[in-house]
């Protein structure tokens, strides 16, 4: 607290050397003095508020003593260097003034609260709804650029800014996905959707087309849309048929055959040596360049950047970057690839594709066949695998029953005329 106090209201520091220092503290008696230390065999080193500097040199003269390593420091000292000088007190007060405002601009925005959605996106949009680094604080309408950022973004369930100083916070809630809903009045059939044998059929709307052990063909219809009306027992009148969207479990055996290719010759980057090195500045989301043509007298090149950011309040860095950009020349040379890499790597790739042709299954099976032919290689994947073979596909419009028919209505003007024939 003296500390503060000193700066604000001023501090006068000195050594005080002399036969007669009691006579001196005894003259002092009156003042303000905060502290006193012993400085050698005959040196006292005082501190006093600076406004009793004179009397503490009138009091040193009165007794003999002398006053040595005077400083004065504190908030009056400093303004009183700038009497006489117009030029610095102007330039105090802008700083001032610079500061009392940028304390209200915002440097730093920050997302929390979403997942999926990435926090360049949700800062895009919050630049575009007036909210971004360089946006003075207090002339945000908060609340219009909530609702801006819910209507422009049908991602966000829930969007809050609050203001901290120079900071802002966005905490958004993304909304839930809504459920896929299957429009159960559509008709549709479920076919096959590779070639198999048939071990387990499990129709729950619609007639089956085929039995277990059955072999079928890609597209085939396994179970149909339109389903016959059985009448109940023991009648044997014929209710016609209705359309309903089948469904269905159809567990099959099938044999999948996949190949891939792949040049066993690929261009390979190599650099030349030249390249060049470029500054710049963003300060506020504004790019200052350091250099004079932008263009590039490279056809081939790699362009590396690197940021350095200033830091001074641990981790939360300024507005300020520093990008530094190499631009490394480069040309192709053909080079011959390694077979065995180029065939694992083909192995893999078809792996993957069949893993994503089985919605459900299991692959029992599978052998792999490598050809070369040139510079080529062909690697070709025989699989058998117990998969979910129904795919469901709709078709037409949804419609009741159809009946064995019934009789057409009767014109009762036809037959009035014929009556009186």
């Known amino acids: 607290m003296r500390i503060r106090l000193g700066w604000l209201l001023g501090e006068a520091s ?30 006292l080193f005082i501190r006093a508020a600076g406004r009793t500097l004179p009397r503490l040199e009138r009091a040193a003269a009165e007794t003999g003593c002398v ?30 003034g610079a500061v009392g405002a940028g304390s209200h601009v915002i440097l730093d925005v920050e997302v929390r609260g979403n997942e999926t959605l990435s926090d360049r996106a949700i800062l895009a949009q919050l630049r575009l709804c007036g909210v971004g680094v360089g ?9 219009q650029v909530e609702n801006e950022m819910l209507r422009t973004m049908d991602s966000l369930d829930f969007c809050a800014i609050t203001l901290h100083g120079t900071r802002a916070v966005a905490e958004v809630r993304q909304a839930q996905e809504k459920p896929e809903v299957t429009d159960l009045t559509q008709p549709a059939d479920v076919v096959a ?23 079928v063909l890609k597209g085939e219809v396994l ?27 159809v567990r099959a055996m099938t044999w999948r055959t996949l190949s891939a290719r792949m040049d066993l010759t690929a261009k390979e980057k190599t650099y030349t040596g030249e390249g060049l090195t470029r500054y710049s500045l963003n300060w506020m989301g504004r790019r200052v360049n350091f250099y004079e043509n932008s263009g590039i007298p490279y ?10 950011t200033w830091e001074p309040w641990g981790g939360r860095g300024l507005p300020v970057v520093w990008a530094r950009e190499e631009i490394r020349a ?28 089985l919605e459900e299954g299991t692959v029992l099976r599978k ?16 699989a058998q695998c117990i998969e979910e073979l129904g795919r469901t596909r709709e078709w037409g419009r949804p419609g009741d029953a159809a009946g064995p028919g019934l009789p057409e209505p009767i014109d009762e003007r036809n037959e009035a005329q014929d009556t009186n024939d």
Not at 135 to 143: A, D, E, F, L
Not at 299 to 308: L, N, P
Not at 333 to 339: G, K, Q, R
């Open 193 to 215: 959707a590779a070639d198999g044998v048939i071990l387990h059929m499990e129709p729950w709307s619609g007639d089956a087309r085929f039995r277990e052990g059955d072999g």
């Open 14 to 43: 000195a050594v005080v050397t002399g036969p007669d220092r009691a006579a001196f503290l005894n003259r002092c008696a009156g003042l303000d003095l905060w502290s006193m230390e012993r400085r050698g065999e005959d040196g």
């Open 299 to 308: 056809e081939k090149y790699d362009t590396i950047t690197h940021y350095k």
């Open 367 to 382: 052998d792999f066949r490598t050809r070369r032919e040139g510079d080529s290689l062909t690697v070709t994947m025989l």
């Open 330 to 357: 480069y040309q192709t040379v053909e080079t011959a690839l390694d077979p065995a890499w180029a065939e694992t790597l083909l192995k893999d790739r078809l792996e993957e594709d069949l893993a994503a042709r």
């Open 223 to 249: 179970i149909a849309g339109t389903m016959t009306l059985d009448p109940p027992p023991p009648g044997e009148e014929d209710l016609g048929t209705m359309t309903v969207r089948a469904e269905g479990r």
């Open 67 to 96: 006053l040595s390593q005077v400083r004065l420091r504190g908030l009056p000292f400093f303004l009183r260097g700038f009497r006489r000088r117009y030029a610095l007190a102007a330039g105090l007060l802008l700083c001032l």
């Open 135 to 143: 946006t003075y604080g207090p002339s945000v309408p908060i609340r």
